[in-house]
């Protein structure tokens, strides 16, 4: 018999005990329709513990059926559905067949009006009834497909009700069925597993935005993105998944092969993606240093990068890196930004970021003069993920946009264009993202886990709140993101003192004192200050003034003027599900980004998002993300086709140039 095709279900035959010798049934009568009744002879030892055998057996098959589970590789029991669907005569026939069995274990008459047929093919063959275990197919090729047992004979199987339910393919017809995805069950239907197109599933269509007009309020209309000449240029950023947190955190890679986890394989991956999508502006995070310096730097450089570094401080082997197509871009200044400062409890993880300030090359026109361009201010980071700790988060955040300030920022005050790019660890409408956002947040008595929006602990008793001020004053980063200028804080005509150096004077002698001239009122100023028991066992004078961290302060509110909006807008209005950017422990969340800078219009202080539109720098176009639901068909990340934990982002922007 041909093996059966893909998608064509095939029968077992039960272990049949060799050398058995088929039962007869009586001396040779016949059985009558209509319900004639027959009287058999007796029968003997073997024959009844060959009926006992297979009654248990069935018995055996309901009771176990609902158990299986569909995987790759092992046998669904179909008896586990309804039996109506499956066996084809339904609970009533089975209900016949008990009872009629027992009555010929007993040696009384039977009744053989329903059922005459299955017990025929039953006791003359010496074999067991059929099983309906289906062997799934995972491949072309057929997996334990048996032939129909050779002892029953082909017309009695056929007219058995459950076979005609889903028979076999005739025997000349096996090698040309068609090849199915699926097979149907009258009511039940149920798919065959098939090979991962990971092309297909995790296909990623380019979004050409150079036409589109953003929408304004108040009918004020969008700048054309495709108006002007512009200076146009890709940019990627990337977190690749440094090999040492791999190994350090295996539970979390549980579902990939150990294969697809090497270094050798997954950098071959991420090269060949490098290499199809070639942005002339790379940010990457989790670069492990070693693999940097040995592997990447050297590779890009070949591919035409100049590449930039910051390792992560402490014993942290991973860190960031901004490359640019140094055919495209020359360097103007390369500033790399430490989150981690000794003696500030805010700012004890070794987080790092990176700011490059950029200009590119244009060509000269037709006519001989050559255009001119504003340089552009790069920044990359991977912020804290600790999903608890959203103080922290939050400070480095404000750290590192006072580096962009201060690199970006004009002698007239201006900004050259701006991009802020990523793994943020904080989710899509969070304090933090709108902070970014919006320009402003109030944190005053919000709960530090709140500020990233990965994780919920409303439900805990005692939720820690994020501190006012959020860094110290001597840090010399005011509320607004921005680092004090020493021309800010001389000022010779008024003398200013910080809160430190005031708080000094607290308790000393004369504050203990009682002026002569003071009021006496009872329960008011009739009490005297007592120090704490601490204040005696402090070390620490100031003895002058700080006159460098004299500045005011907001309580619980800090802002930027950046004006900085997200390239993607978290949402795939094509299948109705959010956009993702990692898949950790099987649930899709988006905490890559990449902001750049646009013309506001409104504040958004009202509760609403800012709104922007194009400025200098436009956007053209981007890269489509995936949803959840397109990762779990890929079985997650990182997978064979994709080899880090995130998806890459990649974005093309414009430039306007002056043509003189």
Request: with cysteine.
């Amino acid at each position: 018999m041909a093996a059966p095709a893909e998608g064509v279900i095939s029968v077992h035959e039960k272990t049949v005990p060799p050398e058995r010798t088929p039962p007869s049934w009586g001396n040779g009568s016949s059985v009558m329709a209509g319900g004639t009744t027959v009287s058999p002879q007796p029968l003997n030892e073997e024959q009844k513990t060959l009926l006992q055998q297979w009654l248990g057996k069935r018995d055996s098959n309901r009771q176990n059926a609902p158990g299986d589970t569909w995987q790759q590789g092992k046998v669904l029991t179909l008896e586990g559905q309804e039996k109506s669907e499956v066996r084809g005569s339904g609970d009533k026939q089975d209900q016949h067949l008990d009872v009629m069995s027992a009555m010929v274990l007993e040696g009384k008459p039977a009744d053989l009006a329903e059922g005459q047929d299955e017990m025929v093919a039953l006791v003359n063959s010496g074999q067991f009834l059929y099983s309906t275990e289906v062997t799934l197919q995972t491949d072309h090729s057929v997996i334990s497909c048996p032939a129909v047992p050779p002892a029953v004979d082909r017309e009695c199987w056929e007219e058995d009700k459950a076979v005609l339910e889903w028979s076999l393919a005739p025997e000349g017809t096996l090698e040309e069925a068609p090849m199915s995805s699926g097979w149907q069950l009258q009511e039940l239907e149920q798919s065959l597993p098939e090979a991962i197109l990971y092309h297909e599933i995790l296909w990623r269509d380019w979004e050409d935005l150079s036409l589109q007009s953003h929408c304004c309020p108040d009918g004020m209309q969008a700048r054309d993105a495709g108006s002007g000449v512009q200076f146009e240029f890709t940019l990627m950023s990337y977190n690749i998944l440094a090999q040492d947190l791999v190994e350090q955190s295996p539970e979390l890679y549980v579902h990939c092969h150990p294969d697809i986890l090497s270094w050798s394989y997954r950098f071959q991956n991420i090269l060949q993606e490098l290499q199809h999508w070639d942005p002339d502006i790379l940010c990457l995070q989790e670069v492990q240093e070693n693999h940097y310096w040995e592997q990447l730097e050297p590779t890009l450089g070949m591919m035409g990068f100049t590449c930039f570094y910051k390792r992560r401080t402490g014993r942290k082997t991973d860190g960031c890196a901004i490359c640019y197509k140094h055919d495209r871009f020359s360097l103007l200044c390369a500033n790399p930004v430490e989150f981690f400062r000794p003696g500030i409890d805010i700012l004890n993880r070794d987080n790092v970021g990176l700011v490059l300030l950029l200009q590119p090359f244009v060509p000269a026109t037709a006519s001989g003069s050559t255009p001119t361009i504003m340089p552009l201010c790069v920044a990359n980071t991977h912020l804290l993920y600790n999903p608890r700790r959203g103080d922290i988060k939050l400070a480095q955040l404000a750290l590192l946009l006072a580096e962009i300030d201060k690199v970006a920022r004009t002698a007239e005050g201006n900004c050259y264009p701006i991009i802020l790019c990523g793994d943020l660890n904080s989710v899509p409408n969070s304090p933090l993202y709108n902070f970014i956002q919006n320009g402003t947040l109030c944190y005053l008595g919000m709960p530090a886990w709140k500020v990233s929006g990965q994780e919920d602990c409303s439900h805990q008793p005692f939720q820690s709140k994020l501190p006012v001020p959020l860094w110290p004053s001597f840090l010399r980063v005011t509320d607004s993101c921005q680092y004090v200028l020493q021309s800010e804080s001389s000022n010779s005509d008024r003398q200013k003192y910080s809160r430190d150096f005031l708080l000094q004077f607290q308790f000393c002698e004369s504050a203990c004192q009682r002026p002569v001239d003071l009021l006496l009122l009872e329960g008011v100023t009739d009490a005297k200050p007592e120090p704490p028991e601490y204040w005696s066992q402090r070390v620490s004078r100031i003895t002058t003034p700080d006159m460098g961290t004299s500045f005011l302060r907001s309580p619980g509110l800090i802002q930027h003027s950046l004006s900085l909006t997200s390239v993607y807008s978290h949402f795939l209005p094509g299948k109705g599900r959010a956009e993702v950017t990692t898949m950790p422990m099987g649930f899709g969340a988006t905490v890559d980004y990449i902001f750049f800078s646009a013309e506001p219009l409104g504040d958004g202080r009202n509760g609403g998002q800012r709104l922007y539109r194009d400025g200098i720098l436009k956007l053209l176009g981007r890269l489509s993300l995936l949803s959840e639901d397109d990762l779990w068909a890929a079985h997650g990340l990182p997978n064979p086709f994709c080899s880090s934990d995130h998806l890459c982002l990649l974005a093309r922007f414009g430039m306007d140039m002056i043509i003189p």
